[in-house]
Nanobody, 123 residues
């Protein structure tokens, strides 16, 4: 079992930046792949970015490629998502998740989830 706790959300203007953090506990941090998802009101939870267990491979949804960066610090049991050039359409609750096989972007494939952190971008 993996316990995940996100932080770092907030309300910003379009073009601003934020850094989200996800601290993990439980199973060894370097033993599972992780990802960020987001869910806007009235919409399904969608994949944003993923990073493999070692931090050597990353994957992004096309909508955030070039603007968001995912990384992890295995020494701190923490995963990060740097959000740059934010747009109003990035507004959502952002969740970190753990456990899926690499390349599987389905939310149902992840077995552990954080509580979510709100990101609101105004124009």
């Amino acid at each position: 079992q993996v316990l995940l706790v996100e932080s770092g959300g907030g309300s910003v203007q379009a073009g601003d930046s934020l850094r989200l953090s996800c601290v993990a506990s439980g199973r060894p941090f370097s033993s599972y792949n992780m990802a960020w998802f987001r869910q806007a009101p009235g919409k399904e939870r969608e994949f944003v970015a993923a990073i493999n267990w070692s931090g050597t491979s990353t994957d992004y949804d096309d909508s955030v490629k070039g603007r968001f960066t995912i990384r992890k610090d295995n020494a701190k049991n923490t995963m990060y998502l740097d959000l740059n050039s934010l747009k109003p359409e990035d507004t959502a609750v952002y969740y970190c998740a753990a456990g899926a096989s690499w390349g599987d972007k389905r939310a149902v494939a992840y077995y552990s989830w954080g509580q979510g952190t709100q990101v609101t971008v105004s124009s």
